[in-house]
């Protein structure tokens, strides 16, 4: 009789959207990567992470070691996930100030972030969201993130055809391609720095 097989390694995804939006593009992509892995990724399981009441970066907030509980929420949830998905607009040929600011929060002492895979998806104008994500990638070098390089997932969010509808939610199928080839990247990366396979751990 066939030995059965080990058991399948699910990892969690703390999934952060730069934008705080109602009906934004960046959190869509989050909502639609979460389909996709309940749909055929049954090995990986995305964790929206809420970062719109984060207070602005102070240390002067941090008393006694403690941070506020709104922070300390939001760290436990980062420090728990096996790798990061980030969904970010593009501000300024920038970063967004909200994931800038959550991006910081996890690096006060001890960093919450290092030696973790992560990938980046972004909806923007004419560039997609490029020079946000290069920005990102520039930030995850000192916090020790390791990116997936390909493939790279920039949505022109207002250009023909259209990708997403009123509420933000995605609609493209050839964009939704995109995001389930970036996500299977994301996961044979993470699984590869944990030293495991897609099969078992």
Not at 1 to 12: D, E, I, N, Y
Not at 153 to 179: C, N, R, Y
Request: aromatic residues 6%; glycine residues 6%; hydrophobic residues 40%.
């Amino acid at each position: 009789m066939a030995a059965p097989a080990p058991p399948r390694t699910v990892l969690r995804v703390a999934a952060i959207s730069g934008s705080l939006r109602r009906a934004s593009a960046n959190t869509g992509l989050i909502r639609a990567a979460a389909e996709i892995c309940r749909e055929s990724i049954p090995g990986l399981h995305i964790d929206h992470v809420d970062i719109s009441e984060l207070p602005l970066l102070n240390t002067d907030l941090e008393v006694n070691g403690r941070f506020p509980p709104a922070v300390e929420a939001f760290r436990d949830k980062v420090s728990s996930a096996d790798c990061f998905l980030f969904a970010s607009p593009e501000y300024n040929y920038s970063i967004s100030g909200p994931l800038k600011n959550a991006l910081d929060w996890g690096s006060r002492p001890p960093n919450c972030w290092a030696d973790r895979a992560a990938a980046m998806l972004s909806a923007s104008g004419g560039s997609g969201g490029s020079r946000s994500q290069y920005h990102i990638r520039q930030v995850g070098v000192f916090l020790d993130i390791h990116f997936i390089n390909k493939p790279e997932v920039f949505t022109k969010a207002h250009l023909p055809p259209k990708k997403f509808d009123a509420d933000g939610d995605l609609i493209d199928s050839e964009t939704k391609e995109q995001v389930r080839r970036m996500l299977l990247s994301l996961q044979a990366f993470a699984l590869r720095l944990q030293g495991k396979s897609e099969q078992g751990n």
